[in-house]
């Protein structure tokens, strides 16, 4: 009788893992059917206005680029803070803070943008959008820094103070090379993440038919036309998006898995 | 040198501190207007964006009549303001986020229904069944489900998903439960990937000494490893209820984006992000306070419930 | 002559109420081996650890009593627990250099690990640099096994190879003191073997502390043996008559096995 329940419970189990592999495996299938049917290379050539995605693929990365120049220094600098400077009370505070922080809606740092930035800037911009990204990519950049940084032993650290070289230049030379790796896969994935982002954009850069390097206005971004081509009653505009979804699936999962794979390579 | 870059470092890190302080008071401020005007009853009002009458609700009809010239609020007859004045009564416009609240929570409760057995499956799994290289694979595969863009499940859902449930199930195609149910397979991964992480911190001998008398897996599951990681796994939940609260994206191509409380489960409604996304572009002036004190009470609620998972359940050991 | 001369030092970890080191006087001969033996706990290491203060990395220790370092330079005998300023911190390490027990290779190449204290301490001409990277890789006895790869990762180097890294890398600064903490308790037989020959080697122009739980390897190569228990100094003399001729009962219990 145990034995059977046991035997339930294991295929339960497997069960499980299959149903979290179909669901995996229905979406991407779902994307290359849909997405490769209306793919072609019009798409890479032309701009919304066209018919074509250009605009908007260039201007996520471009948004995406700029939320990194901001959110990656900052980040990495507070990681180090907390990890190798901290030693009471507020470097803790402020771990579980970011902590806090990674899982807050994507929403509500959009309205936080929008009272901020596109208000008293008089309106939408692509500075608002990637200010929104950054601040969601902080916490993560921060929780990646602190756990490759605190994977370092100790003694490294020691052998170069021990050498009379100083705190700083110890985290710089020794410690943070010696987490690189990880450090790096962390921050790919923290981009990853964001580019697929669309929540914060839809009121702080929101999107553009046309290409644009103006960051000052509204920012074409892949994501929030997904959302409006979806909305659109034609069927050209569903296959659009169905595109557009296809090509930023491949993207992010690209990113994603090259992240995992300079880990791989290091173990 | 280096005290240039300590101090460097301590500001950076500071920027976390100052960004959830000046996050809660900038949707508190934005939101003062909403609030002074509708206080509490905001959150049990299902009423948005409607114009209600003014004063006596025994005076429902437009009645032409007025026995005096003279605006008095505390007139109980209708108020006119001007002979020449068009509109018969005096209305204004009130919200209430009663049903994008109660959206936001519902959904996220068929979430957690959906995705919990199932996650808890996939984390035992992934920790106590397969073998070394199977778990590694399947590992990634359901991290990699975690690293889909969340418009992608609102397309997906509404395409795919969704009239597959509606057939099932009967009902709308976009309603609160297939929202739920695609935030569930959302939240599903991170809830697998914690839990997983937190039975493989069972000590070795404690499973060895169990097996050793003679259990079998699912006792040594049931007995040992749950036990010993209980907190965490529980973390995880609040973890991911956490997060299914403020989903965006997904739920507005499910939800269905109407103002109106479910009276079934299969029943279009709304919920705060939704109800945010879909409005912040042209609304105005208390509308759009409305907005910002949806924005603040889904704030605090997810900044409560995640640190409720953080504190007492998720502690660090560092 | 002693190099340095450890007066009533008392020490206390932060956050704990009782003295980990109480009253140790002990001196460190100029040019010769001291090794500080003990039981595990006995704070031996606790005691070298305090000779280049790399205590203060963690905040709150308790200092009491002195440690003097005599400044071949100029001269003077100076109390290294009074540092305070960062660079004079920094001068003490250049002057007092430490190997682990662990080796410790630095995420860079052969050449980088060892030139790395010398770039710290303002050397910037690449002459130089060369030349003392290769003098200090001759005296570590690694020079051989690495000259045709100096710009390679130091993380493919064996165990011992990497110890030996470390002790190049130390001794480029051109200390005054070196203390070895363990040095080779991570190291098979053949490579503690070299290590032991080299620190011989090295106590011509360096004069050397050494924490062991090896008692063979102290009576081996040391010129002078602190036994220590408990945070006491027990006894100290030279090595001969440390194991031949104890003076205290603790001493030759641990001596001859009893405990420990």
Same mark, same amino acid.
């Given at each position: 009788?145990?034995?059977?329940?046991?035997?339930?419970?294991?295929?339960?189990?497997?069960?499980s893992?299959?149903?979290?592999?179909?669901?995996? /495996?229905?979406?991407l299938?779902?994307?290359?059917?849909?997405?490769?049917?209306?793919?072609?290379?019009?798409?890479?050539?032309?701009?919304?206005?066209?018919?074509?995605?250009?605009?908007?693929?260039?201007?996520?990365?471009?948004?995406?680029?700029? /939320?990194?120049?901001?959110?990656?220094?900052?980040?990495?600098?507070?990681?180090? #803070?907390i990890?190798? #400077?901290?030693?009471?009370k507020?470097?803790?505070?402020?771990?579980?803070?970011?902590?806090?922080?990674m899982?807050?809606?994507?929403?509500?740092?959009? /309205?936080?943008?929008y009272?901020?930035?596109?208000?008293?800037?008089?309106?939408?911009?692509g500075?608002?959008?990637?200010? /929104?990204?950054?601040?969601?990519?902080?916490?993560?950049?921060?929780?990646?820094?602190?756990?490759?940084?605190?994977?370092?032993?100790?003694?490294?650290r020691?052998a170069?103070?021990?050498?009379?070289?100083s705190? #700083?230049?110890?985290?710089?030379?020794?410690?943070?090379?010696?987490?690189?790796?990880g450090?790096?896969?962390?921050?790919?994935?923290?981009?990853?993440?964001?580019?697929?982002?669309?929540?914060?954009?839809?009121?702080?850069?929101?999107?553009s038919? #046309?290409?644009?390097?103006?960051?000052?206005?509204?920012?074409?971004?892949?994501?929030?036309?997904?959302?409006?081509?979806?909305n659109?009653?034609?069927?050209?505009?569903?296959?659009?998006?169905?595109?557009?979804?296809?090509?930023?699936?491949v993207?992010?999962?690209?990113?994603n898995?090259?992240?995992?794979?300079?880990?791989?390579?290091?173990? | 040198?280096?005290k240039?870059?300590?101090?460097?470092?301590?500001?950076?890190?500071?920027?976390?501190?100052?960004?959830?302080?000046?996050?809660?008071?900038t949707?508190?401020?934005?939101? $003062?207007?909403?609030?002074?005007?509708?206080?509490?009853?905001?959150?049990?009002?299902?009423?948005?964006?409607k114009?209600?009458?003014?004063?006596?609700?025994?005076?429902?009809?437009?009645?032409?009549?007025?026995?005096?010239?003279?605006?008095?609020?505390?007139d109980?007859?209708?108020?006119?303001?001007?002979?020449?004045?068009e509109?018969e009564?005096?209305? $204004?416009?009130?919200?209430?986020?009663?049903?994008?609240?109660?959206?936001?929570?519902?959904?996220?409760?068929?979430?957690?229904?959906?995705?919990?057995?199932?996650?808890?499956?996939?984390?035992?799994?992934?920790?106590?069944?397969?073998?070394?290289?199977?778990?590694?694979?399947?590992?990634?595969?359901?991290?990699?489900?975690?690293a889909?863009?969340s418009?992608i499940?609102?397309?997906?859902?509404?395409?795919?998903?969704?009239?597959?449930?509606?057939?099932?199930?009967?009902?709308?195609?976009?309603?609160?439960?297939?929202?739920?149910?695609?935030?569930g397979?959302?939240?599903l991964p991170?809830?697998?990937?914690?839990?997983?992480?937190?039975?493989?911190?069972?000590?070795?001998?404690?499973?060895?000494?169990?097996?050793?008398?003679?259990?079998?897996?699912?006792?040594?599951?049931?007995?040992?490893?749950?036990?010993?990681?209980?907190?965490?796994?529980?973390?995880?939940?609040?973890?991911?209820?956490?997060?299914?609260?403020?989903?965006?994206?997904?739920?507005?191509?499910?939800?269905?984006?109407?103002?109106v409380?479910?009276?079934?489960?299969?029943?279009?409604?709304?919920?705060?992000?939704?109800?945010?996304?879909?409005?912040?572009?042209?609304a105005?002036?208390?509308?759009?306070?409305?907005?910002?004190?949806l924005?603040?009470?889904?704030?605090?609620?997810?900044?409560?419930?995640?640190?409720?998972? $953080?504190?007492?359940?998720?502690?660090?050991?560092? | 002559?002693? +190099?340095?001369n450890?007066?009533?030092?008392?020490?206390?970890?932060?956050?704990?109420?009782?003295?980990?080191?109480k009253?140790?006087?002990?001196? +460190?001969?100029?040019?010769?081996? @001291?090794?500080?033996?003990?039981?595990?706990?006995?704070?031996?290491?606790?005691?070298?650890?305090?000779m280049?203060?790399?205590?203060?990395?963690?905040?709150?220790?308790?200092?009491?009593?002195? +440690?003097?370092?005599?400044?071949?330079?100029?001269?003077?005998k100076?109390? *290294? =627990?009074?540092?305070?300023?960062?660079?004079?911190? *920094?001068? =003490?390490?250049?002057?007092?250099g430490?190997?682990?027990?662990?080796?410790?290779?630095?995420?860079?190449?052969i050449?980088?690990?060892?030139?790395?204290?010398?770039?710290? &301490?303002?050397?910037?001409?690449?002459?130089?640099? %060369?030349?003392?990277?290769?003098?200090?890789?001759?005296?570590?006895?690694?020079?051989?096994?690495?000259s045709?790869?100096?710009d390679?990762?130091?993380?493919?180097?064996?165990?011992?190879q990497? %110890?030996r890294?470390?002790? &190049?890398?130390a001794?480029?600064?051109?200390?005054?003191?070196?203390?070895?903490?363990?040095?080779?308790?991570?190291?098979?037989?053949?490579?503690?073997? &070299?290590?032991?020959?080299? *620190?011989?080697?090295?106590?011509?122009?360096? !004069?050397? &502390?050494?924490?062991?739980?090896?008692? %063979?390897?102290? !009576?081996?190569?040391?010129?002078? @043996?602190?036994?220590?228990?408990?945070?006491?100094l027990?006894?100290?003399?030279?090595?001969?008559n440390?194991?031949?001729?104890?003076?205290?009962?603790? @001493?030759?219990?641990? +001596?001859?096995g009893?405990?420990?």
């Open positions: 009788m145990r034995l059977l329940i046991n035997k339930i419970f294991l295929a339960l189990s497997v069960f893992a299959l149903i979290g592999l179909a669901f995996l /495996a229905w979406i299938i779902t994307l290359f059917i849909k997405g490769l049917s209306s793919f072609h290379l019009g798409l890479f050539l032309n701009d919304l206005i066209d018919g074509g995605l250009r605009n908007l693929i260039i201007g996520q990365f471009i948004l995406a680029g700029l /939320a990194s120049l901001i959110g990656i220094p900052l980040g990495m600098t507070a990681g180090i #803070y990890q190798e #400077y901290g030693r009471g507020y470097a803790s505070l402020i771990r579980d803070l970011s902590d806090i922080m899982s807050a809606p994507s929403i509500v740092i959009g /309205a936080f943008v009272a901020v930035v596109v208000i008293p800037t008089g309106g939408t911009s500075f608002a959008g990637a200010i /929104a990204l950054a601040i969601m990519m902080i916490p993560v950049v921060i929780n990646t820094t602190d756990n490759m940084l605190s994977l370092v032993p100790k003694e490294l020691e170069g103070i021990a050498l009379g070289a705190k #700083y230049k110890v985290i710089i030379d020794i410690v943070i090379k010696a987490a690189k790796v450090i790096m896969t962390g921050i790919l994935l923290a981009f990853a993440r964001i580019i697929g982002e669309t929540a914060p954009l839809l009121f702080t850069s929101e999107t038919n #046309y290409f644009s390097l103006d960051l000052s206005q509204s920012f074409p971004s892949l994501t929030v036309s997904i959302y409006d081509l979806a659109e009653p034609e069927e050209s505009s569903r296959d659009l998006a169905w595109a557009a979804s296809f090509i930023l699936t993207m992010v999962l690209i990113i898995l090259t992240g995992r794979f300079i880990t791989r390579n290091k173990k | 040198m280096e240039i870059f300590q101090k460097l470092s301590l500001a950076s890190a500071s920027i976390v501190f100052v960004l959830l302080i000046g996050i809660f008071f949707l508190f401020n934005s939101s $003062k207007e909403a609030i002074n005007e509708f206080g509490f009853n905001f959150i049990v009002n299902p009423d948005w964006n114009e209600i009458v003014l004063n006596t609700p025994n005076l429902n009809t437009v009645d032409n009549v007025d026995d005096d010239v003279i605006a008095d609020e505390d109980e007859d209708e108020v006119l303001f001007d002979e020449d004045d509109d009564v005096a209305t $204004k416009t009130v919200f209430g986020g009663l049903v994008p609240i109660v959206g936001t929570l519902l959904s996220t409760i068929i979430a957690l229904a959906f995705a919990l057995p199932i996650a808890m499956g996939i984390a035992v799994f992934l920790a106590e069944i397969a073998p070394q290289k199977i778990s590694n694979i399947v590992g990634i595969a359901i991290e990699l489900l975690a889909i863009p418009i499940f609102g397309m997906w859902g509404l395409y795919y998903f969704a009239p597959i449930v509606a057939d099932i199930v009967g009902g709308y195609q976009v309603s609160l439960l297939t929202a739920g149910l695609v935030l397979v959302m939240i991170f809830m697998a990937a914690i839990t997983r992480d937190s039975m493989n911190t069972t000590p070795s001998v404690l499973k060895e000494s169990a097996y050793a008398l003679g259990a079998t897996k699912f006792e040594v599951i049931k007995d040992v490893i749950f036990p010993y990681s209980k907190v965490g796994i529980i973390g995880s939940i609040i973890l991911a209820l956490g997060r299914a609260l403020g989903e965006t994206m997904a739920v507005a191509f499910l939800i269905g984006s109407i103002f409380l479910p009276e079934a489960i299969n029943d279009p409604t709304i919920s705060i992000p939704v109800a945010m996304a879909n409005n912040f572009g042209e105005s002036g208390l509308g759009e306070s409305s907005l910002f004190y924005a603040l009470i889904l704030f605090v609620i997810s900044f409560g419930v995640i640190s409720i998972a $953080k504190f007492y359940f998720l502690k660090r050991g560092k | 002559m002693p +190099i340095m450890i007066k009533k030092f008392s020490f206390t970890y932060p956050g704990v109420d009782h003295p980990s080191l009253n140790i006087t002990l001196p +460190i001969m100029q040019n010769k081996i @001291t090794a500080l033996i003990g039981p595990s706990g006995c704070g031996k290491s606790t005691l070298l650890r305090s280049n203060r790399i205590h203060d990395l963690y905040p709150g220790n308790k200092y009491d009593g002195k +440690i003097e370092l005599l400044d071949l330079e100029t001269g003077k100076n109390n *290294i =627990l009074e540092i305070k300023k960062e660079n004079e911190f *920094i001068k =003490l390490r250049q002057q007092v430490m190997i682990f027990q662990k080796p410790t290779p630095f995420p860079m190449s050449f980088d690990n060892v030139a790395y204290g010398l770039k710290i &301490a303002g050397v910037k001409n690449k002459t130089e640099l %060369q030349g003392r990277v290769e003098e200090a890789l001759k005296g570590s006895a690694l020079w051989k096994e690495v045709d790869r100096l390679k990762s130091a993380m493919g180097l064996s165990g011992g990497q %110890q890294l470390c002790i &190049a890398r001794v480029a600064v051109k200390p005054e003191v070196l203390l070895f903490d363990e040095p080779t308790s991570a190291l098979d037989p053949i490579s503690t073997g &070299a290590i032991e020959e080299l *620190i011989v080697e090295l106590k011509k122009d360096i !004069s050397i &502390a050494i924490v062991t739980h090896n008692m %063979q390897q102290a !009576s081996r190569i040391s010129d002078y @043996t602190a036994f220590m228990y408990l945070g006491d027990i006894e100290y003399d030279a090595t001969e440390i194991f031949l001729n104890p003076k205290e009962k603790q @001493t030759e219990d641990y +001596i001859t009893r405990f420990g």
